[in-house]
């Protein structure tokens, strides 16, 4: 079997791209989200019950506790781990040395940090599975990076350990986790949208935050849709078990199949940093052959009897096998037809709810099985790797980290069984007490969530909009218009991915119901009122651009509308929309409705805000790092990260690229004869320093 250590290796780097552009992203939010001015202070959060620090520390793991040591308060201190973490996931990107277990926790506890804190507007599922990869590339991450990957005796490298496979295989059964369970909540929600294929006809424009390209996709034929929808149930549901296929052209072309949705997402849709994650945690089902483009297979001579060359055909006739009932089984289950006079694909469900949740309670326990299998043929390889160290001191190393990293892989298979049962009750409630009492002890530290996303198609008729509108005496209406949701119809819509402006993201889920099941819109509305300037810059991060940027609104209303794509043809129109009710009524400072709803909500502060800090070293470097930052738009802040770390890998390829007269030097070294055993004693040191540069020259083979 191939090896893992360059997909290894390009998870870490994905780990670390993402780690950075989430810590960028909050950076720039976190004065109007969680400031002592913000909507949600997050001081709040933070307050001493009284418990020991340890226990204190268990029950809210946060670093975030500490900060009044170095004269911060609470919002400083997100601006601070923000920072460090931005600035860490940037070294590990550049430098290979600094991909280490020491740093990827830094990283991962930082986060974890944040989040504690983060309320509601880090509840969202990306956040958790960044925890949750977080804490497996710590896993995954060696103690220390070698400089360079030495020959070992025997063609085995130097620096490889018989463990190193094993975290990296709990990345593969995130990836399986986070897929099956995204296909199949799509149907156990009953959605009607789903079921009637018809989803992705609202989805495009009913999404959170969507892109220029998905209003052409949106209208895109009926017929697409629905194929494209067989298509994405094929993917999610039908497709991850070949994750752990023993045929490797199996795993790959399951790593393409899922590529392919994540970039269609990416491009129709503004996720933010999730579906880039999801991408990194495909790596785990590449191998060292397949990203070197090596075609050893090319190479080999032909079987000379016939027996073994129909052996060596069977691989190919399984993946044949497997691809044909994979084919056969969509057509079943989804009534494909082909109508070759409109050029058309018709496609229907042709299953009922209660068939599938027979069929999903008969298959969620064997897809548990097939992932301990999976991982006792790791544990076992790696046991097998382990009997070929050499030297006993080695081997004594060896043996303690396959037993701490043995336990740990095992011990977090285990405690991701309890959220991934989650899709079928049944199931879950026959699990291992000692699971659950596992997981139980460890919820809070998020080292295994359940997913399931777009479990139903929400705006069926006509995408909620909640349009802010302010006032200075209370008849002459103006729209505040925000930067990245919708709202001027003339608009088109904006790409910020992997930015995710969290306001904005909020606004989208507050349209969904009344505003009373969203608290934080009181708060945002208090603060518009006042004039907050880090909550205007959520809105408008160029204040001259906000409509009462030089006095603030004497009144603010919330309006509900009903927005859809224009049709084409429409020139200068992005959108249409529809008046619906009045979604927040006409408040003014002092107002007894607004003081009521704050009272509800207890977002009344009347605590004076304390003025830790302000005076510091550290509070006043935060501030200058702020005040440099600031004039710069949060997507042109992660794009300007993003291309100084491609430039800079460039640079260093270009750098680090051997001359090729050097090369040729080292392909005559490795082809040089060696020294006759029966020499001279003169000609020794030479023979010997010729082997040593010739050595030093060679390129380490992996081992297969």
Request: proline fraction near 7%.
């Amino acid at each position: 079997m191939a090896g893992s250590r360059l997909p290894r290796q390009l998870f870490l780097q994905g780990v670390a791209a993402v780690y950075m552009c989430a810590f960028a992203s909050l950076y720039t939010q976190i004065p109007g989200l969680y400031g002592t001015e913000g909507i949600l202070p997050a001081r709040k959060t933070l307050r001493p019950q009284g418990k020991g620090c340890w226990q204190q520390l268990w029950e809210s793991p946060t670093l975030l506790w500490e900060v009044p040591r170095l004269g911060l308060d609470t919002a400083q201190g997100l601006e601070l781990l923000s920072l460090l973490g931005t600035l860490l996931a940037l070294g590990a990107l550049l430098l290979r040395q600094l991909r280490n277990l020491l740093i990827y926790l830094l990283l991962w506890v930082a986060y974890l940090s944040v989040c504690q804190v983060g309320q509601v507007f880090l509840y969202f599922q990306w956040d958790s599975l960044l925890l949750e990869t977080g804490f497996l590339a710590v896993l995954v991450a060696p103690v220390r990076q070698h400089p360079h990957h030495k020959q070992a005796p025997q063609g085995r490298l130097a620096g490889a350990s018989p463990h190193e496979g094993l975290p990296f295989w709990l990345v593969r059964w995130l990836l399986f986790r986070l897929m099956f369970a995204s296909g199949v909540v799509k149907l156990t929600s009953r959605c009607p949208a789903w079921w009637g294929l018809t989803a992705l006809t609202y989805h495009y424009e009913t999404q959170c935050l969507p892109t220029p390209a998905a209003w052409f996709a949106h209208h895109l034929p009926v017929w697409l849709h629905k194929l494209s929808v067989v298509a994405t149930f094929l993917i999610e549901i039908a497709v991850p078990p070949l994750f752990f296929a023993p045929l490797r052209r199996l795993r790959l072309a399951a790593f393409y199949s899922q590529v392919l949705l994540q970039v269609l997402i990416i491009i129709t849709g503004n996720y933010n940093f999730f579906n880039l994650l999801t991408l990194v945690l495909t790596t785990a089902l590449l191998d060292d052959e397949h990203l070197a483009a090596k075609c050893n297979s090319g190479c080999k001579k032909m079987p000379p009897s016939w027996p073994r060359a129909l052996l060596a055909m069977l691989p190919l006739q399984l993946e044949l096998t497997v691809y044909g009932l994979l084919a056969c089984g969509t057509m079943y289950c989804f009534g494909l037809e082909v109508d070759w006079r409109q050029h058309t694909v018709h496609s229907r469900t042709t299953f009922t709810f209660h068939q599938f949740s027979q069929w999903l309670k008969m298959v969620t326990l064997p897809t548990m099985w097939l992932g301990a299998v999976s991982l006792a043929w790791e544990l076992l390889t790696a046991l097998w790797r382990w009997t070929q160290v050499r030297g006993w001191l080695r081997k004594l190393y060896a043996a303690v980290q396959l037993s701490v990293f043995g336990t740990a892989t095992v011990a977090l298979f285990m405690i991701s069984l309890v959220p991934y049962s989650y899709v079928e009750p049944s199931t879950h409630g026959r699990l291992w007490t000692g699971a659950h009492r596992l997981f139980g002890a460890v919820e809070h530290l998020q080292l295994a969530n359940s997913y399931g996303l777009f479990r139903r198609m929400t705006g069926l008729g006509g995408r909620p909009e909640v349009v802010l509108e302010g006032s200075y005496d209370g008849r002459h209406w103006t729209e505040i218009e925000f930067m990245y949701k919708p709202g001027n119809m003339s608009r088109p819509p904006p790409i910020v991915v992997p930015h995710q402006p969290r306001l904005d993201w909020q606004m989208w889920f507050a349209a969904l119901g009344p505003h009373s099941h969203s608290p934080w819109f009181t708060s945002l509305v208090l603060r518009l009122l006042q004039g907050q300037e880090p909550v205007i810059r959520l809105i408008q991060n160029d204040v001259a651009r906000y409509p009462f940027h030089k006095h603030p609104p004497t009144y603010v209303r919330a309006q509900l509308y009903k927005y859809w794509f224009s049709q084409p043809g429409t020139q200068g129109q992005w959108w249409r929309r529809q008046w619906v009710e009045e979604f927040f009524p006409t408040v003014t400072l002092g107002d007894p409705t607004l003081d009521m709803l704050l009272r509800q909500f207890g977002l009344q502060d009347k605590s004076s805000p304390r003025a830790r800090g302000a005076n510091t070293t550290l509070a006043r470097a935060l501030h200058w790092a702020r005040k440099q930052l600031s004039p710069l738009e949060a997507p042109t802040l992660l794009w300007g990260l993003l291309v100084t770390v491609g430039a800079i890998r460039v640079m260093q390829a270009l750098l680090g690229a051997p001359s090729p007269q050097s090369s040729r030097l080292a392909k005559e070294g490795k082809h040089r004869p060696a020294a006759k055993k029966d020499s001279g004693t003169a000609s020794r040191p030479t023979a010997s320093a010729s082997s040593n540069s010739s050595s030093s020259s060679q390129t380490p083979r992996h081992k297969e």
